[in-house]
């Protein structure tokens, strides 16, 4: 079956720009997590879905960062007035349940975003 | 709160050499133990994971042991192949935050013919 999607692959923005990055996960999936992998660094936690709520927002790096998730499927991570140092790769994972811990996250490709 | 620390890379081998990647973590409780390996091009793909003490878990090849005493989760493998070529990253499930994985910075592996 289909596997995590993201979209777009690829994103160059200008600094200071909104943009919106897409997170299709597996169906049936009730968990949802975006992590953000920076170069020169290990992925790093931002958030965690179950069914459309957010439970655990801690690793977002600012209020410039939302997520919101509809239906218990598509994800959206919006970054407002992006900074270069948002340049990264977005990693988003969905996995049957957040709980209990063995159960495995399935990573989508990534969307790399470049901030001029 | 919670860390992994994996060595360095990058690491260049040929192939049927014998390929170590050290993991430490430091958790409370006793965490679930993983590695994820991202081939070229590719999304994270889960390569092997151990859910308590002494367990080992192995898959194509590469095998890594629980250890709580030391607290590593080292990966082997006996004999690479160019096509283990990618980016190896250790990780860890802790129980008091059992949905969120911490990563290691992962390790660049890249084996020669």
């Known amino acids: 079956g289909a596997g995590v999607s993201q979209s777009p692959s690829n994103k160059v923005t200008e600094k200071g720009k909104d943009v919106e990055l897409r997170c299709d996960p597996i169906?049936?999936?009730?968990?949802l997590y975006w992590y953000r992998q920076s170069l020169g660094q290990g992925l790093e936690f931002l958030i965690y879905?179950?069914?459309?709520?957010?439970?655990?927002k801690s690793g977002l790096p600012s209020d410039r960062f939302s997520a919101e998730r509809t239906g218990g499927s598509v994800s959206t991570l919006t970054i407002q007035r992006t900074q270069q140092e948002d340049s990264a790769v977005y990693l988003c994972?969905?996995?049957?349940?957040?709980?209990?811990?063995?159960?495995?996250?399935?990573f989508g490709p990534g969307t790399r975003l470049t901030v001029l | 709160g919670d860390s992994v620390t994996q060595m360095e890379g990058p690491v260049t081998l040929s192939e049927e050499a014998f390929l170590t990647i050290n993991c430490t973590y430091t958790?409370?409780?006793?965490?679930?133990l993983f590695w994820y390996v991202q081939y070229p091009g590719e999304g994270l793909q889960l390569l092997l994971k151990?859910?308590?003490?002494?367990d080992k878990g192995s898959n194509k090849g590469f095998e890594a042991t629980y250890r709580k005493e030391t607290t590593s989760f080292h990966l082997e493998k006996g004999s690479v192949q160019v096509s283990d070529s990618a980016v190896y990253f250790c990780?860890?499930?802790?129980?008091?935050?059992?949905?969120?994985?911490?990563f290691g910075a992962g390790t660049t592996v890249t084996v020669r013919a």
């Open positions: 169906s049936g999936h009730t968990a």
């Open positions: 879905f179950q069914g459309n709520s957010a439970p655990d």
């Open positions: 990780a860890l499930r802790d129980r008091s935050n059992d949905y969120k994985l911490s």
């Open positions: 151990a859910t308590k003490a002494d």
């Open positions: 994972a969905s996995s049957l349940d957040g709980r209990p811990r063995e159960n495995e996250q399935f």
């Open positions: 958790a409370t409780g006793y965490p679930s």
